[in-house]
């Protein structure tokens, strides 16, 4: 059973940093593309970012571009998303999926306010 | 920028109904993906390529389209498909989603 489990989440200043995590099971995980997706209190979804199998190569939109860090851990099955100068409107929670998000985990939320 | 715009942004259907969703890219797309998401739980992949039912969706789904133009249909309204859907596009970055059309039984 695939299973995708984010951790990290929390309350943070504007400006400040955050690091989440997503742990994957059930499948092999450095055969697949992986993303983050989120989606701010009663909104709809927005795609994050995207790590190819290897970790070389990354995607973003512009909304996150240059404050916001993919990378992923093969070893250990592992995801992560670098978070830095976070604003207001970062709060959201926020999903690991697979690949082209067959698969979602849980959610953790991230709220940014002083 | 590939902007979805899906409709209607809210609808009620009644149990047995037949429900028609759209959504219409700003540009042509190779394929729609949607996704259905229950209150306080994470969205899950429904429909993918356009047309293929994910694993235990109820084949009364069906999804449908090319271009810039796509629809999720539901041949007969059940109690348990009220829902928010969401397309979105992985053809082109950024890969968008729409706005949602959330989906009550009347």
């Known amino acids: 059973e695939v299973q995708l489990v984010e951790s990290g989440g929390g309350l943070v200043q504007p400006g400040r940093s955050l690091k989440l995590s997503c742990a994957a099971s059930?499948?092999?995980?450095?055969?697949?593309?992986m993303a983050w997706v989120r989606q701010a209190p009663k909104k709809g979804l927005e795609w994050v970012a995207t790590?190819?199998?290897?970790?070389?190569?990354?995607y973003y939109p512009d909304s996150v571009k240059g404050r916001f860090t993919i990378s992923r851990d093969n070893a250990k099955s592992s995801l992560y998303l670098q978070m830095n100068s976070l604003k207001s409107e970062d709060t959201a929670t926020y999903y690991c999926?697979?690949?082209?998000?067959?698969?979602w985990g849980q959610g953790v939320m991230v709220t940014v306010s002083s | 920028e590939i902007v979805l715009t899906q409709s209607p942004t809210t609808m009620a259907a009644s149990p047995g109904e037949k429900v028609t969703l759209t959504c219409r890219a700003s540009s042509s797309v190779s394929y729609m993906h949607w996704y259905q998401q229950k209150s306080g739980a994470s969205p899950k992949l429904w429909i993918y390529?356009?047309?293929n039912r994910a694993s235990g969706v109820p084949n009364r789904f069906s999804g449908s389209g090319s271009g810039t133009s796509y629809s999720l249909t539901i041949s007969s309204m059940e109690t348990e498909d009220a829902a928010t859907y969401y397309c979105?596009?992985?053809?082109?970055?950024?890969?968008?989603f729409g706005a949602g059309t959330k989906l009550e039984l009347k």
């Open positions: 999926a697979r690949d082209t998000a067959d698969y």
């Open positions: 059930g499948f092999t995980f450095s055969n697949y593309y």
């Open positions: 390529d356009t047309s």
């Open positions: 979105q596009q992985w053809s082109s970055n950024p890969y968008t």
């Open positions: 790590i190819s199998t290897s970790g070389s190569r990354t």
